[in-house]
Structures are given as C-alpha cells and as structure tokens.
C-alpha cells in the first residue's frame, strides 16, 4: 500500500479533520467514562433509550404483585403460628392482626418475607441480565471515598428529621401511623427494642433500595435525564408507602437517596443511609411517651438535637467529597484510562 504524501491536499485535509475531532470535546463514550451512570446509556441512541422507560414500570407492577401475594400468604401464616388455629372470622376481625403484629414471630413474618418478596422479581431480572449482576443494581464500590458513606449516613436521617418536621406542620398523624408507633413501642418496651430496630432498619434498607434505586432507577436515568428518572423513582418508592401523610414525608428521602445513588455511582450507602435513618426513627419512635410524640419535647429533644449535629456534619462531609469528586472527573483523560466502547448488545436487558 502506497505511503501517505504529507504534501497531498488530500492528506492535508485528513489530517486537518482529525484535529478537528481531537479538539471538538470529549467523546458520548468519554464522557460516559468519566460520569460511571452513562456508561450503558453512551453507545444507546435516544430512541433506544426511549423504548426502554417501560422496563422500570413493569417491574413496579411485578414487585407489587408479588409484595401483595406474599403479605397475604404471611398473614395467614402468622395468624395460624401465632393463634394455633385459622377460621374466616378471625381473618376478617381486625383486631386480629393487632394481637399478632405484637407477638415477635408474628411481626418478623408479616415484615420480613414481604419484602423480601417486593426485591425479588428485580434480583431474577438482574440474574438474567447480561450486565453482571452486580453493576445491574449499583451494588458496585462507586466513585467517592469510603468516609463520604459515613457522611451519607449521619446526613440522611437530617434529611428525614426536617421533612417529617415539615410535614408535621400541616398534617396531622395518620391512625395507621398511630398503630405502627403503638406496635414499635410496645415491643421495644418488652425487650425486643434492638432486634426491631435492626429489622425494621435493615429489611427495607436493603430490599427497597435494590428496587428502587437499583433497578428501577438505574433503568430510568438511563431513559431520561437523570434527575427526572430520580423524580421518577422517588415518587414510585414514596407511593410504595401507601399512607398518604408517610408518602409525603419519605418523598424528600427518596430524592436526597437517589442523588446520592447517582453522583456516587453505587446504592450501598444509600442503603447505609436509609438503614440508618430507620434504625433512628424506632429508636425515636421508642423513647418517646405515647402521650408526648413531639420531635422537640422531651425526651425526644436530645435525640433530634444529635440527628441535627451529626446531619449537618454528614452534609459537610458529603460536600467535600462531591467538590473532590467533580475535580477529579474534570481531570480524567479516557484515553490514558484504558476506556474501551462496550458491546450495544451488552444492554439488551
């Protein structure tokens, strides 16, 4: 093959278009480099991207199916172990289950197995994703450092303090609320005040994170722009919640948890965080007299006074590492990284 002429015009004006290129910017797939969230979106055209908004929705309703099966299927069975017997009039009496909400068995089955239930239809879809599972759901070491986690979390339940103070301010405690409050007291009054707390914190921490954060909206700011794909998946995590009053108090929770899912690139302290403010909340919730439920009266006070402290150094801590994390980004090269494009069939799931 004939060696190139650096004096042929046509030589001239390839080698003028190559700078061009050069210096025109960084490339979809650099730039998927240097922000981890668009590396699968990067080699999607937009109506590829656009076709795939529907995935996300499917699962909720699939999640929901079988969140709704299973809790049904544990009540039954909690009334059974808990009662020792079953009939339909003790099914259809309310006050049923009341009484075996309060018994230890009874509360572990008819939380527990229904969560896990919620994760599982989006931990199959994972499995059957030809992205590895793990970077499915975010369950990757993302791209802050590891004390921005400790930040995360001491930052999260500031985040649930301040909006359940707010919507405190126009409306008034539901009764299912109530019923939940009454039923936490009174078994961390019996003794099981740590094992509630650690289940009531780490079973939704881990479950509805890798739903919501996870799958669904690691889908979604890959069809949309990810704050509305984290709109999106925050007001579908709040509406998961059901009561009206705890849906628009988790709804600024699930926005703050899914921008830090985004910059951080990982859901792990996500769930940190959200573990931490519900294992915070029982905690609250537990040394609070029924009579006196307010945040800032005692002996709540000195409880709301730490979230603060601890909230607002978590908030300068996840300030820094946010500063850090986009200089650092600004200053990659994909090139001298090594980046290579991936395959579009690696996203056909």
Known sequence: MPSQNPSDPESAQNSEN????????????????????????????????NLRWWTPVAMVGISLISFIFMSGVMAVA????VKGSLSVEMLSDPSTMTEVSGSRLGLFLVVVPPQIALVLPSLIAAVLSPVPFRERLGLVR????????????????????????????FLEESETLKEMSNLFRAHGKSGFFIPLALMIGATPAFCEELLFRGYIQQRLTRSFRPMRGILIASTLFAAFHIDFVHVVAVFPLGVFLGWVTWRTGSIVPAMLGHFVNNFISVIGIVVSPEENTDTLGAPGLSLSLTVIAFGFVGIALI???????????????????????????????
Not at 19 to 34: C, L, Q, T, V, W
């Open 142 to 169: 993302g791209n802050w450092p590891l004390w921005s986690w400790l930040g995360i979390a001491a930052a999260t339940p500031l985040i649930g303090f301040l909006s359940g103070l707010g919507v405190g301010l």
């Open 78 to 81: 909690a009334v059974w172990v």
């Open 18 to 49: 190559e700078s061009r290129k050069s210096d025109s910017g960084p490339s979809p797939m650099s730039e998927a480099f240097i922000y981890p969230e668009n590396q699968e979106a990067a080699h999607l055209t937009r109506s590829d991207r």
């Open 319 to 349: 300030m820094v590492a946010a500063s850090q994390d986009r200089l650092r980004s600004s200053d990659i090269d994909p090139q001298e990284q090594g980046f290579t494009e991936t395959s579009p069939s690696d996203d056909a799931s």
